[in-house]
T-cell receptor, first 111, second 115 residues
Framework: AQSVTQLGSHVSVSEGALVLLRCNYS??????LFWYVQYPNQGLQLLLK??????LVKGINGFEAEFKKSETSFHLTKPSAHMSDAAEYFC?????????FGGGTRVLVKP | DAGVTQSPTHLIKTRGQQVTLRCSPK?????VSWYQQALGQGPQFIFQ???????QRGNFPDRFSGHQFPNYSSELNVNALLLGDSALYLC??????????????FGPGTRLTVT
């Protein structure tokens, strides 16, 4: 069985500051991991994914994430927050084409 | 190329009624999954359709049923609505990546309110 834990349901950052969103997973098979973003009243948009190969993956909008097997983590970072990054972010693991999501982290960006 | 589309956008129903939500997958995708997202929570997997058959199912009661048509579009039906069924219902279509896993694309969702 797969599970995902996102530490911190809310994160507040200043514009220009580092964004760090934490994700830990549990998987009985080699994990394929995803980060999605959800803007208010919208569906989910894929930010980035890890399948195989390079453990540091780059996504859209300046985000990147690093897969660390020893720590069972897939934390999402962005060096400099922008006001447009205010949204909810979901980490997910896939097995057999079924996504299991974490509870989400809502990001607030302060000017 | 249109992405995943869902209809309607919003829906208000009364307890005990039945509802049907619709989804058209992204061009080239043959698999459709449905998720329920309650307010303040992450999406929960309901079920998945491939080749007009239910292939996987999450922990949802039989009141939730679905269908996939030959053109790969799909419907989600919920009978005997409960207040707790109020949520955003997301449809996702997917394709197989070269690495042997899948990538899912989500629609904008249907917001269902049960009163």
């Amino acid at each position: 069985a797969q599970s995902v834990t996102q530490l911190g349901s809310h994160v507040s950052v200043s514009e220009g500051a580092l964004v760090l969103l934490r994700c830990n997973y549990s998987s009985s098979v080699p994990p394929y991991l995803f980060w999605y973003v959800q803007y208010p009243n919208q569906g989910l948009q894929l930010l980035l994914k890890y399948t195989t190969g390079a453990t540091l993956v780059k996504g859209i909008n300046g985000f990147e994430a690093e897969f660390k097997k020893s720590e069972t983590s897939f934390h999402l970072t962005k060096p400099s927050a922008h006001m447009s990054d205010a949204a909810e972010y979901f980490c997910a693991v896939i097995a057999g084409n079924k996504l299991t999501f974490g509870g989400g982290t809502r990001v607030l960006v302060k000017p | 190329d249109a992405g995943v589309t869902q209809s309607p956008t919003h829906l208000i129903k009364t307890r005990g009624q039945q509802v049907t939500l619709r989804c058209s997958p992204k061009s080239g995708h043959d698999t459709v999954s449905w998720y329920q997202q309650a307010l303040g929570q992450g999406p929960q997997f309901i079920f998945q359709y491939y080749e007009e058959e239910e292939r996987q199912r999450g922990n949802f009661p039989d009141r939730f049923s679905g269908h996939q048509f030959p053109n790969y579009s799909s419907e989600l039906n919920v009978n005997a609505l409960l207040l707790g069924d109020s949520a955003l219902y997301l449809c996702a279509s997917s394709f197989l990546l070269s690495g042997g896993t899948y990538e899912q694309y989500f629609g904008p969702g249907t917001r269902l309110t049960v009163t």
